[in-house]
């Protein structure tokens, strides 16, 4: 990493230069409906272009939305991250590690930087067994650093470990 805030990336030996990334860890978890119609739990570090994975539609219902691009595939970059720990009304516990300038969806599908978020503001969060998102309240925020990876997808809009977020920072 420069000292500037930029990172380089190594890519089949070469590197490049890239801005702060928008991305999630790449441990994170992801749902993704297969051709047979199972739901698959895989980590984003595993999703591949042409993957339906689990989104909202515009009203907060679950939906599913092709992969068309994973940015920093099958790289090794690093970047800082935000440990956002939320909490449903009953008591449901959710954790999403993201970078500061990804854009995550609080209540009425309105977005919020990571960086912003503080404690008490509420984020939209779907159970694996629920067809409609329900707010959480973040009650932790931590700093952090891990691989990061994204995935792009028609919507641009993801479920990452339950939460709602959007695929890119503006």
């Known amino acids: 990493e420069r000292g ?4 380089l990336v190594e890519t ?29 739990e895989t980590s984003l570090g595993e999703v591949q272009v042409g993957d339906l994975i689990e989104s909202l539609d515009w009203r907060g219902e679950r939906s599913f939305s092709k992969v068309y691009l994973i940015q920093h595939a ?3 970059l690093y970047a800082d991250i935000i ?19 990804h854009i995550l969806l ?6 919020v930087r990571a960086a912003d978020l503080k404690l ?4 939209l969060y779907l159970g694996a ?18 691989t990061v990876a994204n995935a792009n997808t028609f919507n641009n809009r993801i479920l990452v470990n339950g939460l709602a977020a959007t695929t890119h920072s503006v």
């Open 12 to 40: 089949s030996g070469s590197y490049q230069l890239t801005e702060e990334p928008v991305c999630f860890s790449t441990s994170s978890e992801v749902r993704v409906r297969r051709d047979d119609g199972a739901l698959t």
């Open 74 to 76: 099958g790289s090794t």
């Open 106 to 111: 609080s209540e009425g599908m309105k977005p």
């Open 120 to 123: 008490g503001d509420k984020l």
């Open 83 to 101: 440990d956002v720990h939320v909490r449903t009304a009953n008591g449901v516990d959710g954790r999403l590690q993201v970078t500061r300038a």
């Open 129 to 146: 067994d629920d067809s409609r998102a329900v707010e959480a309240s973040v009650v932790e925020l931590r700093k952090g650093r891990c």
């Open 4 to 7: 500037d805030g930029d990172s």
